[in-house]
């Protein structure tokens, strides 16, 4: 697990998300040291990955406050093991051509599955209108949905012009943008953020669900105009 640790660099704020740098990545490192013991290869790690997804959203849906707990708690594990995938990848040098298609079938699974958990859960509260959140986390599964196809998009292009994926190290302002957008964008922040507000106030849920649309749907146009200046 040390040298899981050592090679894994430590989780930071630029290139982590904020729910990875407060608990996954940290915690992730002690599960990919079990499954490299068990020789459980990365791609079968997607698969519990996935499953927990399911397991967690389904949890979620009860009405029961402990039941979602529980719910919570796989919904935090499936990030987790997102992260051992990778670790587990690099450690082994067990890299699959279907492993980046399998994470990315992952996140277009349960991301849906997440958002209609937590959509029902606050419903069961009966504290805001119906039609209001059945909106706002409408358009926070869409826009997550078509943020990463465009993801894919831009790596296919980049596969087929040969351009190598790169670490680009933000300074100053822009990392303090940068890090500000992610935490306001990125889905496993909002959705596992979330899941724990909804234990301590769900109004935090609406305000980062509307700030989420309006960052995301930004953020959206400008990659978008990106990729069809560079198709067009």
């Known amino acids: 697990m040390k040298k899981i640790k050592k090679e894994r660099r430590q989780p930071n704020l630029e290139n982590d998300f904020l729910i990875g740098f ?20 990365p791609n079968k790690i997607t698969l519990y990955m996935i499953i927990s997804g399911i397991v967690g959203g389904i949890l979620f ?43 990315f079938l992952a996140h277009i ?9 937590l959509l029902i859960s606050l419903i069961q509260k009966n504290e805001y209108h119906l039609y209001f959140l059945i909106s706002i986390f409408s358009l926070n599964c869409i826009l997550d949905l078509y943020n990463r196809n465009l993801i894919k998009l831009w790596l296919i292009k980049d596969l087929k012009e040969g351009v190598k994926e790169t670490l680009i190290q933000k300074k100053g302002i ?49 990659n978008t105009l990106k990729y069809l200046k560079v198709i067009l």
């Open 61 to 103: 849906c009860f009405p029961s406050n402990l039941i979602k707990f529980i719910g919570m708690i796989f919904m935090q594990t499936w990030f987790i093991l997102d992260c051992s995938d990778g670790e587990v990848a690099r450690e082994t040098k067990n890299f699959s051509k279907y492993g980046k298609e399998l994470d």
């Open 109 to 117: 699974i349960n991301h849906p599955i997440f958002t209609f958990a």
């Open 174 to 222: 822009k990392k303090i943008i940068s890090i500000f957008l992610q935490i306001l964008t990125v889905y496993p922040n909002f959705i596992l953020f979330s899941s724990i507000f909804y234990f301590i106030d769900i109004k935090f849920i609406i305000y980062y669900s509307i700030l989420n649309i309006l960052f995301t749907s930004l953020l959206l146009l400008k």
């Open 22 to 41: 407060l608990l996954s990545a940290r915690v992730s490192p002690y599960f990919s040291a079990y499954y490299i013991k068990r020789g459980i290869i």
